[in-house]
């Protein structure tokens, strides 16, 4: 009798877990429901609301002619250049601030200036400079990239605790030693945080590079060729593989985090 009440003991907690996993799928499909119904009884112009299963049609379409595979192979090829290069320079430039007073003071009010300007505004300027194929792009997700990953970064150094370094100068260590052992570890949840937001925002920003900046292969044209023919599938085709794609990356950065939290705890 006591075996079978520690088996459920062990059991009871799963429960809520598995019934929070399902939870998370009664929107979704309540508003595929309500999507299917508006469609199949023209509540809504059937012009400007195609039905699922035509949309499923266009997937299955995109897929086998291997537009899909190419549309998204461009998009993450441009995502990725311009998440590592704005990463890495977010990288330095927040470590700079953070680490630096004098270079903090020289570079820090305008870096704050520059921070305040909308990301789209620089379009024109972009697309003057470098035109509209791939280049321009990839500046463009850099920039996306570049401002959370500095402000995450120099926050993350600024905010060590006192007492660590405290600690750091009573052992005698060296700056160096101090910076690598001390400073860097404590701020690395603030650094991943900024590292995290920039792989969201370059994916963000890709799409809306695709859409202004037409030039090239990418599912943001995908978009554009959808609006441009009056495909209403194609469109909704397109942002629910975009809404994937961005669901994808958020599930592969949170598992990352847990492990890297783990890492770190040790």
């Known amino acids: 009798m006591s075996t079978d009440r520690a088996e459920l003991g062990t059991l009871q907690p799963l429960r809520p877990q598995s019934a929070g996993r399902w939870r ?14 508006s469609a199949r009884y023209e ?25 899909l595979l190419r549309a998204v192979s461009a998009s993450l090829a441009r995502e990725a250049t311009g998440f590592l290069i704005g990463t890495t320079a977010g990288l330095v430039l927040g470590a700079l601030l953070g680490l630096s007073p004098l270079f903090n003071r020289i570079v820090g009010p305008s870096f704050n200036t520059f921070k305040q300007i909308s990301l789209f505004a620089w379009i024109p300027l972009i697309s003057v400079w470098f035109g509209l194929g791939d280049v321009a792009k990839v500046v463009f997700l850099s920039l ?17 605790p006192p007492a660590l370094l405290e600690v750091a100068r ?3 260590y060296t700056r ?9 570890p404590a701020a690395l949840p603030a650094i991943f945080t ?6 969201i925002y370059s994916w963000l920003a890709t ?27 194609l469109v909704i085709f397109g942002m629910v593989v975009i809404g994937l794609v961005g669901w994808l990356m958020n599930a592969s950065a ?12 040790r």
Request: proline share 3%; glycine share 10%; charged share 15%.
């Open 24 to 37: 998370g799928l009664v929107l979704p499909i309540a508003f595929i429901a309500l999507w299917w119904l």
């Open 43 to 67: 509540i809504v112009n059937s012009a400007l609301l195609v039905s699922p299963t035509k949309v499923l049609a266009t997937a299955w379409e995109q897929i086998e002619t291997g537009r």
């Open 144 to 160: 996306a990239a570049l401002v959370p990953v500095v402000v995450n970064t120099c926050d993350g150094i600024r905010t060590t």
């Open 170 to 172: 009573v052992y005698g």
């Open 176 to 184: 160096w030693q101090t910076i690598t052992q001390v400073v860097l």
């Open 194 to 199: 900024g590292v995290y937001l920039a792989l």
């Open 207 to 233: 799409i809306g590079a695709e859409y202004l900046l037409v030039a090239g292969r990418g599912i943001g044209n995908t978009l554009v060729e959808g609006s441009e023919h009056f495909r209403m599938d």
């Open 254 to 265: 949170r598992a990352l985090e847990r492990r890297l939290s783990r890492w770190t705890g």
